[in-house]
Each structure stands twice: as C-alpha cells, then as structure tokens.
C-alpha cells in the first residue's frame, strides 16, 4: 500500500510554461512534508519543507503548499526552464517507535523542452 | 562546508561477499538514515539510528546491518543474506527535532556482479 502517491509520473512541458506537481498521503501522522529534486544518478537535493503549522513555502520559482486536512500538497514550478528537468520527489515526516522518519513518493520525472 | 559524504560513488560486489558503504555527517544532526531506491519503487527505509550506539530497523532490513559508534558516522554493510542487494543506497541524517528537513547524500551504487 502507497502512503504517499505522486501524479503524475511522468510530464513533458515546454520551456516557460507554468506547472504544478501533486502529492497526496494517506497517514494522518505525517506533520511536515518536504519535496526533493534527484538529477539522473545522483543523491537528492532538499526544495521545500513545509512544517504543520505552515501552509506554503516559497523559494524562487518553487512554491509549496500543504492542506493536512485533505493529505495534499503541491509543488509550483513558475516560467519552467530546461534545467528543472529531474525527478521531483515528495515525501512525509511522521514520528514513530525509535523517532522521526520519511516516507517517499515515487516521484514524478519532469522534462522541460526548448 | 558542511554535508553528507557517501563513499564509495561505486561498488561491484561478487556473490556471497559481505560490503560496507561509508556515511559521514558534520552537520552535527542526532538522527542518520539508510534507504535503498530501485527504479519504479521509490526509497525504502533500511535502518536509522537517533542517538549513537542505538539503531532502528526500517521497511527492508533483512540482509542489512548498521552500527552507530560516532555521532557522525552510520556505515551500512549489505550482508551475503540479502539476495538482491543491487540498488542505489542512499544516506540521510537530521535533527532529531524533525523541524529542519532531511539532508542527503549522493548515494553509493552497488552492482553485484
């Protein structure tokens, strides 16, 4: 059973274009939620974390947003550039026996075009 | 600066040998994780530890240990009893407060071959 669920999976865009990424979660545990960019082979780079008591974070381009009530969050990507291209990774902080932990979506693979 | 050192970046491993993937940490964080990603699959959570010389199991830990000797040290040793270890292996470690995000490392590649 998926906890957190990403879609989509995969999305082509033009160059410029405004888009959003959707992660939804299931457990009511989670309290803060944090989105990732991984590049092909590589490790992931920390975007956006949004703690409980937030409702967005924005850092240049990126806006996140989350609603705990209806498990969603979303991340905004403004004016796309090539260079967004990379899998963008959601994922929920929950705590549990032995402390806090993160559960991942699968991702989605964004491909911005010229 | 400070950050997550993941090494090797590659490792071939031969049936039935046991190998360790090295995690260091200056970032002072309390808490150290390991996850495994295969493609279609997301990460998994191996193991974690909060405090030295104390560790947790995740999702996948059969096949696996850890130690946690150092607070800035949480290497992982994929045993001969994990049947299939070849994946891309990444560390993580933060605050034990969880208010300040999880950093990662660059990930360590094991091929069995």
């Known amino acids: 059973k998926q906890e957190v669920t990403q879609i989509p999976a995969a999305l082509s865009v033009p160059e410029g274009e405004n888009l959003v990424l959707n992660c939804s979660f299931t457990d009511s545990a989670i309290y803060n939620l944090q989105w990732f960019r991984q590049d092909p082979g590589k490790g992931l780079t920390s975007l956006l974390l949004i703690q409980s008591s937030q409702r967005e974070q924005t850092s240049g381009r990126l806006n996140a947003s989350l609603d705990k009530s209806s498990g969603r969050s979303t991340l905004y990507i403004a004016a796309s550039q090539p260079g967004d291209s990379a899998t963008y990774l959601c994922?929920?902080?929950?705590?549990?026996?032995?402390?806090?932990?993160?559960?991942f979506g699968t991702g989605t693979q964004l491909k911005v075009e010229l | 600066d400070g950050g997550i050192t993941q090494s090797p970046k590659y490792l071939f491993r031969k049936e039935g040998q046991n190998v360790t993937l090295s995690c260091e940490q200056n970032?002072?964080?309390?808490?150290m994780y390991w996850y495994r990603q295969d493609p279609g699959q997301g990460l998994r959570l191996i193991y974690y530890s909060q405090i030295v010389n104390d560790f947790q199991k995740g999702d996948i830990a059969e096949g696996y240990s850890v130690s946690r000797e150092k607070k800035e040290s949480f290497p992982l040793t994929v045993t001969s009893a994990q049947k299939n270890p070849t994946a891309f292996y990444l560390c993580?470690?933060?605050?034990?407060?969880?208010?300040?995000?999880?950093?990662f490392g660059s990930g360590t590649r094991l091929t069995v071959v």
């Open positions: 993580a470690s933060m605050f034990d407060t969880g208010g300040y995000g999880y950093t």
């Open positions: 994922a929920g902080v929950k705590s549990g026996g032995g402390g806090n932990k993160l559960t």
């Open positions: 970032l002072n964080h309390d808490a």
